[in-house]
């Protein structure tokens, strides 16, 4: 059954240190799990199989709880307390060799600690990739890229976008365009009688599109702008979900746990600001927002109206009320 939680927030940040670390050899894996200051060995949870792990304090939520990277051995496992503050979990890989890049598929509460000769292995394995000299010639007025200077929206997106025009009768595509470095960032309904407009990254911005079928000649509308949002979900590692309000006063994207990041279009400002580099007054300020879910459930669903956000995870419908309107 699912239940409703409600926020009504101001503009704040929730920082919030790992819950765990852990390291890596070609045969098992070691993790240090924080745990409450107080709990005992007895109220300790602790459930392994071959590819899940479970670990949490009796009567309260799991604190780490999902899908292994890999499988392990469950009977060379072995986990004790340190200090009355953290768990100490030994795990055996059952294929030995494979780097795991995360531990619990899909969470990011952990972070991965590297030796010495972990990170000295990486560089030599790298180094094939990179030169300490310039190479050939080059011409005076085109200096070389310098890959220090880039920044996360200037990185092309991996994945391909295409857009394709399907025949109504035939269902075969007529016309496919690749949209090259206008990458695919969500779709939003607006107008219920309308078809869905289309939100694509420009440079550093995002633009949002409706198709306006009656009108093959100039079948695209630009209809709403979202300043340097294509430059902040570059950014964005663990983004899995993104939309915006049917009336576009806001842009929101979210993880796959937890956070929660909402971006409001400029608004004017009560009191005289001035840009320090330009010397000039500034007249509007576009304010960014950041909620934190009560909840370690990975987020399923994400869908936004002109108020409010609504989140959906396995056990809880979280309602974030966004504008009051």
Not at 111 to 124: F, G, I, N, P, R
Request: proline share 6%; glycine share 4%.
């Amino acid at each position: 059954c699912l239940f409703q939680n409600v926020f009504h927030f101001n503009t704040f940040v929730f920082i919030s240190e790992p819950l765990y670390f852990w390291q890596q050899t070609e045969e098992g894996i070691t993790i240090s799990i924080r745990m409450p200051k107080g709990v005992s060995k007895e109220k300790v949870e602790f459930e392994l199989s071959a590819d899940k792990l479970r670990v949490g304090v009796a009567g309260f939520p799991s604190l780490l709880e999902g899908q292994l990277f890999a499988p392990v051995d469950p009977t060379a496992c072995t986990w004790s307390m340190k200090n009355d503050s953290s768990l100490q979990v030994t795990l055996q890989k059952l294929s030995e060799g494979p780097v795991w890049p995360e531990l619990v598929v899909g969470n990011r509460r952990g972070e991965l600690l590297m030796s010495e000769e972990q990170a000295a292995l990486l560089h030599e394995r790298l180094t094939h990739l990179t030169s300490d000299d310039l190479s050939g010639t080059l011409d005076e007025d085109k200096p070389p890229c310098n890959s220090q200077e880039l920044e996360d929206c200037d990185g092309f997106p991996e994945d391909s976008f295409s857009l394709a025009h399907f025949d109504g009768d035939s269902l075969k595509p007529t016309q496919v365009v690749n949209l090259g470095s206008h990458q695919y960032l969500f779709t939003v309904d607006v107008e219920p009688s309308e078809m869905p407009c289309l939100c694509l990254r420009h440079d550093v911005d995002a633009l949002v599109w409706q198709p306006r079928p009656e009108q093959p000649r100039n079948m695209w509308e630009h209809i709403a702008t979202f300043n340097a949002l294509g430059y902040v979900q570059a950014s964005k590692q663990d983004k899995k979900f993104s939309t915006c309000a049917p009336n576009f006063s806001y842009a929101s994207l979210c993880e796959c746990i937890r956070r929660t990041f909402i971006y409001r279009q400029p608004s004017p400002v009560e009191t005289v600001l001035f840009n320090r580099k330009q010397g000039r007054q500034v007249g509007e300020v576009a304010k960014q927002q950041v909620a934190s879910l009560d909840s370690d459930k990975p987020i399923l669903g994400f869908r936004a109206t002109n108020e409010r956000l609504f989140i959906l995870t396995s056990s809880t419908l979280f309602v974030v009320k966004v504008n009051n309107n």
